[in-house]
């Protein structure tokens, strides 16, 4: 008995002085229940929508503000031009647009009948969803109270259009983060055991004391995991396309170009966790509990960010993965040119030469 | 003609002096035995050499190069071995030799051949195809130091090469030396083991980070009325007041 506790108590040094493995079980369950309890919500609140008012009658009118008192909604545009909902979500800055009917009140006040017209951003199923249903209720409680004064059975139906996605497949959601977190997973994870594994072998002495220059040990390390995120990339559409039915409406091209550039800061990023572990086990705690964890949860990959605390989602700013998926989606589902996106495909070529430049400067310290 | 030569190199991390102004020079073809203390700054000193590492101060030419200006010339007229295995354990023999073969500049026919002499000459020619994890240690390590001098190098620098080995493993590790030194390659070795040190042509003992003492085996025990090199290093480790590192 006194054996084995001598040896449990061993086994606790071991723990509590590896101080950063330490810090990840203790305190990644801390920051995981506080993160899912207060921060990330599938609750919508302020959601982002815009309203197409044509009529601007009484009726249409008493609607909007009710919708506009909402705590579900802001109304952050006001279209003036039916032109203008075709290209509305493409920036996607609304979830939902609601379009009322020309002469909205006279038609409701001469038939009984109206008709709103909810437009829904599919490519987040859930979403879409949760909107249109606040927007149907706010449309029937107005429709129930106008009927109670008048006595007359009034209807409002609202014809719900769910663009993008009419099918609501939730494949449309996932499939970029789950691109985004297989790359980030393959080349940053991996290319960084790699090079730590010669670390903790002592073959990298060997190779810095050779002619081998230290950026073409990098390059060597790099490339292997490069084709093989390639394969992977196509892999990963082709199964979406052809299994699950998700399209590349947009362009293929430009689709490739930016996972390209991903690949790129997953590769650096890789470099740079080489340069701070020292063995493999560490390299691989970090890339995944310091990279996975947060790419999944504030990416917006399974949660809006939107509606978390602002400092997570200046967090989520700061997240490669983010702009990556915020781009995938919008060239595969929404179809969109690689111009409504050049804001997000700046960022990330930003990302990429920043983490390169970082983590080729470290490399070349740690050498010394 | 001298491969190495060096003078007054010191070696500081910022205020931490490891290597204090040390000088020697070494002939080609000598085995140079470089000895001291753990913590006396051999390992500051050899990366020095070797090109791994730039001098605080002091000048030095290794294979022919100014160790501050053109350690990457160094790098290529140099062979090295370390403690820790030099090959790579998921990699066949062969394929080992031709991976140094290439990172070294010499062309696929070269190493070929090459390879066939060496496999030959070590009596290697069976485990040609053998994962280098599957050899016994003795052999990986004739192995390593045979890779180490594949590209005809003129120094090879060797770091504790026979650690963990039997003594007749030793013994043929060194047979191997002796053969490479009389083929003109210049051994620059570091061991702990006074017996290897014995069969040095001089030795250089490193206390605190600098050299207290540089002559042949033979002149060092009359130096210091010592029997062995094993009490030589005694007296002058004694007198050491760094800790090992």
Redesign the interface.
């Known amino acids: 008995m006194k054996q084995f506790i001598t040896f449990v108590r061993k086994e606790f040094y071991h723990i509590f002085r590896d101080v950063r493995t330490m810090m990840i079980l203790l305190l990644m369950p801390i920051i995981q229940i506080i993160l899912f309890g207060f921060a990330i919500t599938t609750e919508v609140k302020n959601a982002k929508i815009a309203i197409y008012d044509p009529s601007k009658d009484i009726s249409s009118q008493q609607i909007i503000e009710r919708i506009k008192a909402s705590e579900y909604f802001e109304v952050t545009r006001y279209l003036t031009n039916s032109s203008e909902l075709n290209d509305v979500f493409k920036d996607g800055k609304v979830g939902l647009v609601i379009v009322f009917s020309e002469k909205f009140n006279e038609t409701l006040m001469h038939t009984g009948k109206a008709q709103i017209q909810l437009l829904a951003d599919a490519t987040d199923p859930n979403n879409a969803t949760t909107l249109t249903n606040y927007a149907t209720a706010i449309i029937g409680s107005y429709q129930h109270d106008l009927m109670g004064e008048t006595n007359i059975p009034f209807q409002i139906v609202p014809e719900t259009k769910l663009l993008y996605n009419p099918q609501m497949k939730g494949a449309y959601n996932f499939v970029p983060g789950v691109l985004g977190m297989i790359l980030m997973l393959i080349c940053a994870m991996m290319t960084s055991i790699s090079i730590v594994r010669e670390k903790e072998l002592g073959t990298m002495e060997i190779l810095l004391a050779s002619p081998m220059k230290p950026i073409y040990i990098i390059l060597a390390k790099a490339v292997p995991y490069f084709f093989i995120s390639c394969v992977n990339l196509a892999t990963v559409l082709l199964l979406s396309v052809y299994v699950l039915g998700v399209p590349v409406a947009g362009s293929l091209f430009w689709l490739i170009v930016v996972c390209l550039i991903f690949i790129m800061v997953s590769l650096a990023l890789g470099l740079l966790v080489s340069t701070i572990t020292d063995t493999q086990l560490a390299a691989m705690l970090v890339s995944g509990m310091v990279f996975m964890m947060p790419v999944m949860m504030l990416s917006g990959m399974m949660f809006p960010t939107e509606n978390m605390p602002i400092v997570l989602q200046w967090i989520s700013n700061v997240i490669p993965a983010k702009w990556f998926i915020i781009i995938v989606k919008d060239i595969m589902i929404k179809g969109v040119g690689i111009a409504a996106v050049w804001k997000e495909v700046v960022v990330l070529c930003v990302m990429a030469l920043v983490l390169i430049i970082v983590s080729l400067k470290n490399f070349k310290i740690r050498l010394e | 003609m001298k491969v190495i030569e060096v003078n007054n190199l010191v070696k500081r991390f910022g205020a931490f002096t490891a290597v204090n102004k040390i000088s020697m020079e070494v002939e080609q073809g000598e085995i140079f035995g470089f000895l001291g203390a753990n913590g006396a700054g051999k390992t500051t000193a050899m990366r020095m050499l070797?090109?791994?590492?730039i001098p605080t101060e002091g000048s030095g030419v290794v294979a022919g190069f100014d160790v501050k200006k053109q350690p990457?010339m160094i790098?290529?007229n140099?062979g090295?071995?370390?403690?820790?295995?030099?090959?790579?354990?998921d990699l066949k023999v062969w394929e080992n030799i031709r991976l140094?073969g290439g990172?070294?500049?010499m062309d696929e026919k070269s190493i070929a051949d090459k390879t066939d002499t060496l496999l030959k000459t070590l009596n290697f020619e069976s485990e040609r195809n053998t994962m280098v994890k599957d050899l016994p240690l003795g052999w990986k390590q004739k192995l390593a130091f045979s890779v180490s001098i594949f590209h005809n190098p003129k120094i090879v620098?060797l770091d504790e090469p026979t650690g963990g080995v039997d003594p007749f493993t030793r013994r043929q590790f060194w047979e191997l030396i002796y053969k490479a030194a009389a083929d003109g390659i210049t051994i620059f070795v570091t061991t702990h083991y006074m017996d290897e040190a014995e069969y040095c042509d001089r030795v250089s003992i490193m206390v605190d980070g600098k050299i207290e003492a540089l002559d042949t085996p033979k002149n060092l025990k009359k130096q210091f009325e010592a029997k062995s090199m094993d009490e030589v290093f005694q007296q002058l480790a004694r007198k050491a007041t760094r800790q090992s590192d």
């Open positions: 070797c090109g791994l590492s990457e790098k290529k140099i090295y071995m370390s403690q820790k295995f030099s090959l790579y354990n140094f990172i070294y500049g620098f």
